[in-house]
């Protein structure tokens, strides 16, 4: 079952990547965990529970902050019931038009071919500066 986690995993940052929300979400567990960093200045840091939970506290906030968003994926490492995603956050904070790289590590968990959980590992710094 993990490599069908790693090829699930690939697909949902394509679906990110062509702005395909639905498919994400359809993805994930009803009950979802997922795990945002925190820090001063970061957008959504904490927990947000299930599938309205990430929708309204993580992606509805993502154009709200950002311009030219993107995710650069560089690799995906078997697990088993995880998926560890190492890549890169690029953008521009929208208020400053300030662009930032920030190297990121996630941690996807499945259980039944739904995610279950997520973590997100990235310097909330950087990211939080060009938000300024």
């Known amino acids: 079952m993990s490599q069908e986690n ?3 995993t690939r697909n949902l940052y394509e679906a990110f990547g062509r702005g395909d929300i639905p ?3 359809g ?3 009803p009950d979802i965990e997922w795990h945002e ?3 001063p200045g970061y957008p959504y840091p904490g927990v947000h529970r299930g599938i309205e939970g990430i929708t309204s506290g993580v992606f509805a906030q993502v154009p709200a902050h950002y311009a030219d ?3 650069i994926t560089r690799d995906f490492v078997d697990a088993g019931d995880r998926v560890i995603v190492l890549g890169e ?3 521009k904070g929208k208020a ?3 662009p930032f790289q920030a190297p990121f590590v996630h941690i996807f968990t ?3 071919g739904k995610c279950v959980h997520y973590q997100n590992y990235t310097d909330t710094g950087t990211i939080a500066a060009a938000l300024k």
């Open 37 to 39: 960093p925190g820090g």
């Open 6 to 8: 790693v090829t699930l």
């Open 23 to 25: 498919t994400f979400l």
């Open 27 to 29: 993805a994930m567990d």
């Open 89 to 91: 956050f690029n953008g």
């Open 96 to 98: 400053t038009g300030t």
């Open 110 to 112: 499945f259980r039944e």
């Open 69 to 71: 968003f993107s995710l």
